[in-house]
């Protein structure tokens, strides 16, 4: 049964995901900690017909170690190494598939400092591959596998630590629909169909902001710039007209908001993981489209580094919407990752906008970007802000009020 | 006892291989299959103040799927990523530890043209680093790592593949002399110094030819140029004045043959494992230092292959010296891989000599080395000669004729 649904999942990922076909080329990201894993997924990429897979497989117990003892001028330093590569994918529009196997304890005692610094590096060495992953010039996905390190987190009852791991697989394939029915393919096309008629509701309320409520203290006003587009089940890309699956799972509904206008306050309801270590329990106080004041009860200093990583780091690029009462969420289970998580909770992302949110920032930049609410920005990190008892309402351009989520879940 | 082996063996190479030192830079290659075995050795790196470990691993099940998929072209193509990465690691002078762990089927049924054709590409992009490399000018050191797959190929009798592992683990602590004591670095220090005595006799022996027979059939007159020198038991890192270890295990004396000068008949005794296929029973037929017939009974398209790499494939460039009652041979393990192998058997390699082995090629070039019988090539291939009735003849300079082994074994 394992085998089969692993087989299901790994044709899930090369069909929809990146939507592989004949004369393809693909670059993957893992932890050598799930290389099993990687052999069937780069096998299944050739059977669809790629003609060059590049594997680039990372250590994270080594990385941790790199963030430890290397000299302080690696971090000041960009890899010419690094930029030749991603020169050679953006030139040859490989695919890129992240194979993500979270350890929120990886980068224990690591100071964020670092951390942001070799992020800041990376960024560097990456601009113009991110603007085309940001711009959907290039076909991209992200999907999860177990680790025993994984599975203890997110199973800390369960003794057992191969059992962990296979409660954990259960829990990847019912939240990504593999278990709905023999085909994964034909599960996740009926399921992104539900996602579709939520834009086509969102898209035609015109809305100009959202103002979100809830017990944990939230109160924020969230600005929607005009012509913003509700996105969702999947991305386009715009050279090939290929779709592709950034995310497995996907239960979201996304735009952007305004990165001039959302003011209040909002509480986290999930802990964050970003790159190896865990900010939870933190609030952002929001003026103007720019948080001016963050705490953190955990991670606080990392909250703080990723917020300093430039100007549009302190604002929105994202406001997604999940119900509460979505299969991810409903299974209680906390994945302490980002891609399951968000899946499971309304949230917004701080940094970068998706160009495919608001059309009329095509082919712009800076200034007129600025004007149009566009955030720009090195990052685009999500987090959860949803919970049981959140409330939305919508204002609509011609002024009239509406409920978007009441007790948690769409109103409509 | 397996855990205090292993920590003893990884201080081996950190400490002798390596010769690690505050503020070195190191890069490693490793396979995916042993990462839990390279994360210590990491460790163990940087505690001995290394300031950056850059960790590159392969996956050879994906490597295969790459020569039987990847498009044609990439075969003829040289890798910018790499070239910035042997450029950047020679630049900075960064020490290079090749953690091995052999599989002797990794490439069945791959063919040997795309093989070498990858080879080819890969000297050409490392051809600065790899003169470094082999001028001594950089530090470098090849260790082994058991998987379950090499220890079955080794131990065909033994069905538990865990206790194969474990049998592969206690040959490779013997053969290194990790066992000899409970300092494995004393141990080796030791070891050396009846390696040192060997260069010490032979050196003083200025011979100016070898000639091998034995009951295969081998009959073999190989020219040693004049100056040469007898080396072994590690090399000087010119430009640090460091010492380094290239072969843990290492239980070799060795020379260069003159590239001009080796005429008869040469059989293989061991098989010989390059770029994952097995190259077996096969014989070498020279004339004037020049490979003229070679048949191989199993690898034969790929010892071909080898052979047509460039002019100096079809020539030797080292002559070593290991008796056939050395630990390693003695075990009477086939190992299945050279770094082992060689250190149980006499053995010869086709392609570029080591310029420590003939101090006057030292800035020398083309026709200059040529004339010195120094020979030139992209590869340096070992294979294994050795019998237990190996007769080798040496030839001094004022004519004498001398025993240097008798019955496999040295005759002093």
Redesign the interface.
């Known amino acids: 049964m394992f085998e089969k649904n692993l087989e299901q999942y790994i044709e899930l990922i090369v069909k929809r995901g990146l939507n592989i076909e004949k004369g393809d080329r693909v670059h993957i990201y893992a932890d050598?900690?799930i290389?099993e894993y990687?052999?069937p997924v780069?096998?299944r990429i050739?059977a669809a017909g790629?003609?060059?897979?590049e594997?680039i497989?990372s250590?994270e117990?080594?990385t941790r170690?790199?963030y430890?003892?290397?000299?302080e001028a690696?971090f000041d330093t960009i890899s010419?190494?690094e930029?030749?590569?991603y020169?050679?994918w953006e030139k040859s529009c490989s695919k890129r598939l992240s194979m993500v196997s979270p350890n929120p304890k990886a980068m224990d005692g690591v100071s964020s400092e670092r951390i942001m610094k070799n992020a800041r590096m990376a960024y560097l060495s990456m601009k113009d591959y991110k603007a085309k992953m940001m711009g959907d010039k290039m076909s991209w996905s992200i999907a999860a596998f177990p680790t025993k390190e994984w599975a203890k987190v997110v199973f800390p009852e369960v003794d057992d630590a191969n059992k962990a791991v296979d409660l954990l697989w259960d829990a990847i394939f019912s939240g990504t629909h593999v278990l709905d029915g023999p085909d994964a393919c034909a599960n996740w096309d009926k399921h992104v169909q539900t996602l579709y008629a939520r834009l086509d509701i969102l898209n035609a309320f015109d809305l100009t902001s959202l103002h979100y409520t809830n017990s944990l203290g939230t109160d924020l006003v969230v600005g929607l710039p005009a012509g913003h587009r509700w996105k969702g089940g999947g991305s386009t890309n715009i050279i090939t007209d290929k779709s592709f699956a950034p995310n497995i799972p996907t239960e979201e509904v996304y735009t952007l908001g305004d990165a001039n206008s959302v003011d209040g306050i909002v509480y986290s309801s999930k802990p964050l993981l970003f790159s190896g270590q865990i900010i939870d329990g933190f609030k952002l106080e929001l003026k103007n489209g720019v948080v001016v004041d963050a705490t953190a009860e955990k991670g606080d200093a990392m909250l703080k580094e990723l917020l300093s990583t430039d100007d549009g780091a302190k604002r929105f690029g994202e406001v997604a919407l999940v119900p509460y009462a979505s299969p991810i969420s409903l299974s209680g289970i906390l994945f302490s990752m980002t891609l399951f998580d968000e899946n499971a909770s309304c949230h917004f992302a701080l940094g970068n906008a998706y160009e495919n949110t608001l059309p009329a920032s095509a082919g712009k930049s800076g200034e007129e970007l600025k004007e149009l609410g566009f955030n720009v920005s090195q990052i685009h990190v999500d987090f959860m802000i949803g919970t049981p008892d959140l409330q939305i309402m919508g204002k609509r351009k011609n002024g009239e009020i509406i409920a978007i989520f009441k007790e948690g879940n769409f109103a409509f």
Do not use: F, T
């Open positions: 050598v900690s290389h990687v052999k780069v096998a050739y790629a003609v060059e897979v594997v497989y250590d117990v080594i170690q790199k430890l003892h290397d000299e690696l010419e190494v930029q030749a590569r020169k050679k």
